[in-house]
């Protein structure tokens, strides 16, 4: 079984600099990068699971959510099975579990994909 491997979380102080991963792991004819929307989604205790960024294919739209513009960068390499975030000037504002997606095309919900999360802490 695929499954998503969030790391590159920790803890910064505000102003600085993280980059976050997202690998695949499992049978590597199980899952093909190509066929999905990636994105990275957090969330902060008591609060809903809120999308940072969303890249739907290779070379294609990306979004952001407003309060990471100019600041946030996803990047997919599909070869590789990997999606990253870069994430600079970071603000406490920032702290939460930060959690990678992968969406099939065909928005079929069994075949949507989750990572365990990996803790971001922006410390002031």
């Known amino acids: 079984q695929v499954r998503l491997v969030e790391s590159g979380g920790g803890l910064v102080q505000s102003g600085g600099s993280l980059k976050l991963s997202c690998t695949t792991s499992g049978p590597p004819s199980g899952f093909q990068m190509s066929n999905y929307a990636m994105s990275w989604y957090r969330q902060i205790p008591e609060k809903e699971r809120e999308l940072v960024a969303r890249?739907?294919?290779?070379?294609?739209?990306?979004d952001y959510a407003d309060s990471v513009k100019g600041r946030f960068t996803i990047s997919r390499d599909d070869v590789r099975g990997t999606v990253t975030l870069q994430m600079n000037d970071l603000t406490p504002e920032d702290t939460a579990v930060y959690y990678c997606n992968a969406r099939h095309w065909t928005n079929d919900e069994r075949k949507t994909l989750w990572g365990q999360g990996t803790q971001v802490t922006v410390s002031s």
């Open positions: 890249n739907t294919r290779l070379y294609g739209p990306t």
